[in-house]
C-alpha cells in the first residue's frame, strides 16, 4: 500500500470509526468487547483491498454485517457475565429518560438471537428496505419480513416499557361509510 493510500484509510478509520462501532455494538447485542473485535477485523479485510474500494463505508459496514452473521451461524455460546456482588435491588429510577430507554433497549437487543437483532439493526437503525437486508442476509425477503416481525414481537415482550417512549402506529381508518361529493 502506499502513503497516499495509508493516509486515506488512516482518515476514513479517523472520520468513521466512532459510526462503525455504534452498529457493531447494536449488532453484538451491547458487548462492546466483541464490538470492537468485530470493527477491528472489519477494517483489516478492508485494508487489504483499500485500493480497489469505491465506496469505503458500505464496504466496511458489509463486512460488519456478513462477519456478525457468521458469528451467528457458528452459534456461538454468549459469555455469562461474572460479577463480585449482585446488583442492589430497590433503587430509584434514573430520571434520565434516554440514558434509560438505551439502556432498556440495549438489554432487550442482547436478549434476542443474534438473527434476530441483526435484523432489526439492519431494517431500522440503518434504515436499509427490506430487500437490501434480505442480499445483505443472502434470504428471500418474506423471510426478513416475518423475522423483523417475530423480533419486534420479543422485543415488546422483552420490554413493554419501551411502548411508552414513541407513538403507536396507528391503523388506516375502516370507515366506509357513504361519502357526499358535491359537483
Not at 78 to 88: F, G, L, N, S, T
Not at 92 to 103: F, Q, S
Not at 173 to 178: A, G, H, L
Request: some cysteine.
Amino acid at each position: 500500500m502506499d502513503a497516499e493510500a495509508q493516509e486515506s484509510f488512516r482518515e476514513f478509520v479517523a472520520g468513521r470509526s466512532s459510526a462503525l462501532l455504534k452498529t457493531a455494538v447494536l449488532l453484538t447485542g451491547g458487548d462492546r468487547h466483541a464490538a470492537e473485535d468485530l470493527l477491528q477485523n472489519a477494517l483489516v479485510k478492508a485494508v487489504g483491498r483499500w485500493h480497489r474500494i469505491d465506496e469505503p463505508e458500505a464496504y466496511v459496514r458489509q463486512i460488519l454485517y456478513r462477519q456478525q452473521i457468521s458469528r451467528w451461524r457458528l452459534k456461538w455460546r454468549r459469555r455469562e457475565v461474572v460479577v463480585a456482588e449482585p446488583p442492589e435491588g430497590g433503587q430509584a429510577p434514573d430520571t434520565a429518560g434516554a440514558a434509560e430507554t438505551r439502556m432498556v433497549l440495549r438489554t432487550a437487543l442482547s436478549r434476542l438471537t443474534a438473527r434476530q437483532r441483526t435484523v432489526l439493526v439492519l431494517r431500522y437503525f440503518e434504515d436499509l428496505p427490506e430487500a437490501e437486508v434480505a442480499r445483505i442476509l443472502g434470504c428471500s425477503v418474506g423471510t426478513v419480513r416475518s423475522t423483523t416481525h417475530r423480533s419486534l414481537a420479543r422485543l415488546r415482550e422483552l420490554a413493554p416499557e419501551l411502548a411508552a417512549v414513541g407513538p403507536r402506529p396507528q391503523r388506516p381508518s375502516r370507515d366506509f361509510s357513504p361519502v357526499e361529493v358535491r359537483s
